[in-house]
C-alpha cells in the first residue's frame, strides 16, 4: 500500500547538491529496470531469406535491477526475482549504504515502491543514513541511470536465455560489464544536463 509522498526534497536545482555536501553524504540517482524474455528484438545477419526466429519463454517480468549511479561514475546493482516491492528497495538501499560508505542522499521517482509506508517508515528510522530527494513528475530524462539501463537492454538484445535463472545470470553480467566504464556512467550525467563537477 502507498502513503503519500514521504518528506523529501525536490531534486531540482544546487540545494540538493550543497546539502549532500555539508553533510558529508554521497549522491546517487536510483531507479529500477525490468528484464523478460520478451525484450526488444535488434537487427542481426542471416541468409537471405532466412529469417532469424527468437523464441520467448514466458511474456513476464522475471527479473528486476535496482541501480544506483554516483556523478563519479560508480554503478551499484541488486537483482531480483520478479517485480520490485518496497522490501527489495529497502535491501536495495541498506547495500548501497554498505558498498558506499557514507551516509546517502537519494534521488529517485515516485514510484509506489519508494513512497509505500513501509519505505517511508524504513527512512524515517535511519535518518543519518538516508535522505531523499525526488525527480519532477514524468522526467525520466532527467535521471542519469535511464541511460545505463538503456545500455543494458540494447546490450541484451537477440538474447534467448532458457531459464529465469539464465536471465538473473545475463542482467548481473551486463551491469557488471558497466560497472567497468565509470567514464560512460559520468557521462550519463552529461547526457542528463547535469554537470558532474557540480554534483562531486
Not at 168 to 189: I, K, S
Request: with cysteine; hydrophobic share 40%; net charge positive.
Amino acid at each position: 500500500m502507498s502513503a503519500p509522498s514521504p518528506p523529501g526534497r525536490s531534486a531540482i536545482g544546487s540545494r540538493s547538491k550543497k546539502q549532500a555536501r555539508r553533510e558529508g553524504r554521497t549522491l546517487v540517482f536510483l531507479d529500477e529496470t525490468g528484464h523478460g524474455f520478451r525484450q526488444r528484438p535488434g537487427t542481426t545477419w542471416a541468409r537471405r531469406g532466412a529469417t532469424p526466429l527468437l523464441r520467448r519463454v514466458s511474456k513476464r517480468r522475471e527479473v528486476s535491477s535496482i541501480v544506483a549511479v554516483t556523478p563519479d561514475g560508480r554503478l551499484y546493482a541488486r537483482h531480483v526475482r520478479g517485480s520490485v516491492s518496497s522490501p527489495t528497495v529497502i535491501l536495495a538501499l541498506r547495500y548501497f549504504r554498505r558498498q558506499i560508505g557514507t551516509p546517502l542522499l537519494v534521488v529517485w521517482d515516485r514510484l509506489n515502491a519508494h513512497r509505500a509506508r513501509r519505505t517511508a517508515a524504513f527512512l524515517a528510522a535511519h535518518p543519518r543514513d538516508f535522505a531523499v530527494a525526488y525527480l519532477p513528475a514524468y522526467a525520466p530524462e532527467l535521471n542519469p541511470e535511464e541511460p545505463c539501463n538503456a545500455c543494458v537492454k540494447r546490450a541484451m538484445e537477440n538474447a534467448l536465455p532458457n531459464s529465469v535463472a539464465d536471465l538473473h545470470r545475463l542482467a548481473r553480467r551486463e551491469f557488471r560489464r558497466l560497472q567497468q566504464r565509470p567514464e560512460l556512467v559520468a557521462g550519463c550525467f552529461r547526457h542528463a544536463g547535469l554537470r558532474v563537477t557540480q554534483l562531486r
